[in-house]
T-cell receptor, first 111, second 113 residues
Framework: QKEVEQDPGPLSVPEGAIVSLNCTYSNSAFQYFMWYRQYSRKGPELLMYTYSSGNKEDGRFTAQVDKSSKYISLFIRDSQPSDSATYLCAMTTQGAQKLVFGQGTRLTINP | KAGVTQTPRYLIKTRGQQVTLSCSPISGHRSVSWYQQTPGQGLQFLFEYFSETQRNKGNFPGRFSGRQFSNSRSEMNVSTLELGDSALYLC????????????FGPGTRLTVL
């Protein structure tokens, strides 16, 4: 079993929809949680960064962490075709630089 | 600030050869991490360097090695290339303290024939 599980999709939604992306994990030592967006043939781009449990909002993006359930989510409101990409969750422990990634979810927003 | 840069962007090698990839981190960042990305395994951590010292290492064979220079630039080397080494190799930099935000470069696409 992988330390971080993420549904690879693909996920296809109409423009303007609310998108929900999720990851589960098994290592209770994880304390830092990130979401990256990766366009085809590009490197991952950091979208959201959260420490421990709670919510964080940045524009159309909201990240949620529930450490008791070992579950993290990314919500995208008013989705745009330019949001079409692969979304990767990543996490790490206190003081560590080693990120453990989910498989990534391929998302397509249809105009 | 300029982002993370990686050279070369594309590389084609044959089995048995060796290859060296280069990474220049964001100015002021002292930590450089390397990752391998493949369709089957996703993104996997190779190793991390901080102040010219390897601080963390992933589960890869000894054919994969790296180093960091005094200006924080880093190189990774893969010796005796195998077909399975074909992948996107990504470099990420961070300040290196307990604050862990990592910023990725565009990657080097390695194809082994």
């Amino acid at each position: 079993q992988k330390e971080v599980e993420q549904d690879p999709g693909p996920l296809s939604v109409p423009e303007g929809a609310i998108v929900s992306l999720n990851c589960t994990y098994s290592n209770s030592a994880f304390q830092y949680f990130m979401w990256y967006r990766q366009y085809s043939r590009k490197g991952p781009e950091l979208l959201m960064y959260t420490y421990s449990s709670g919510n964080k909002e940045d524009g159309r993006f909201t990240a949620q962490v529930d450490k008791s359930s070992k579950y993290i989510s990314l919500f995208i409101r008013d989705s745009q075709p330019s949001d079409s990409a692969t979304y990767l969750c990543a996490m790490t422990t206190q003081g560590a630089q080693k990120l453990v990634f989910g498989q990534g979810t391929r998302l397509t927003i249809n105009p | 600030k300029a982002g993370v840069t990686q050279t070369p962007r594309y590389l084609i090698k044959t089995r048995g050869q060796q290859v060296t990839l280069s990474c220049s981190p964001i100015s002021g960042h002292r930590s450089v991490s390397w990752y391998q990305q493949t369709p089957g395994q996703g993104l996997q951590f190779l190793f991390e360097y901080f102040s010219e010292t390897q601080r963390n290492k992933g589960n890869f064979p000894g054919r994969f090695s790296g180093r960091q220079f005094s200006n924080s630039r880093s190189e990774m080397n893969v010796s005796t290339l195998e077909l399975g080494d074909s992948a996107l190799y990504l470099c990420a930099s961070s300040e290196g303290s307990s604050y862990n935000e990592q910023f990725f470069g565009p990657g080097t696409r390695l194809t082994v024939l």
